[in-house]
């Protein structure tokens, strides 16, 4: 099994800026994709970002041009640089680890408990 732990949200200014952070407990090396979802009150669970084993990234287009998503393999770690936040952001983030492609676990996802964001207008 894989252990997300999310770090970084807060409370922010419209405009401001945050780093989320996703910390695994093994190698992500061999997960198909990882990811930050978010979930606002009252709605369904949307894709934010995701990022490949292969470093390709894909973006909700309510995001584009605003958040980044990185990973360093060496640190398990995935990253969600957001810039230009908008009251609309507020919402839980959480990281998703897409399909394990280990053979101990091999098809698992995988989920964090997820990291609270605030923009206030």
């Known amino acids: 099994q894989v252990q997300l732990v999310e770090s970084g949200g807060g409370l922010v200014q419209a405009g401001g800026s945050l780093r989320l952070s996703c910390e695994a407990s093994r190698s992500i090396a061999m997960i198909n994709a990882m990811g930050w979802y978010r979930q606002a009150q009252g709605k369904q669970r949307e894709l934010v970002a995701n990022?490949?084993?292969?470093?390709?990234?894909n973006y909700a287009d309510s995001v584009k041009g605003r958040f980044t998503i990185s990973k360093d393999n060496a640190k398990n770690t995935v990253y969600l640089q957001m810039n230009s936040l908008k009251p609309e952001d507020t919402a839980v983030y959480y990281c998703n680890a897409e399909r394990s492609l280990y053979i101990w676990d091999y098809g698992m996802d995988y989920w964090g408990k997820g990291t609270l964001v605030t923009v206030s207008s």
């Open positions: 990022i490949a084993r292969d470093g390709s990234t």
